[in-house]
């Protein structure tokens, strides 16, 4: 599956972790948070497995997945 750039999710300059990401989506996102999957200038490898108080920067590409 391939990134949807033609909508993307736009948030602050204040608040850009990948958990303001979750709520930004839904609020109930983050009961069922387990881990993110992010690729882009913030990311160290391609993709990174990141927790929720990771900071993401302009044109990273987020993966949620989530608790069975």
Known sequence: MNPD????VILSSKKRTVEDFCI?????MLKQFKY???WGSSAK???QRV???HELED?????????I
Do not use: C, M
């Open 51 to 53: 927790g929720r108080e």
């Open 24 to 28: 930004r989506i839904h609020k109930d």
């Open 45 to 47: 490898h391609k993709p």
């Open 36 to 38: 993110a999957l992010v």
């Open 5 to 8: 750039y033609d909508d993307p």
């Open 59 to 67: 044109e990273d590409v987020v993966q949620i997945v989530k608790k």
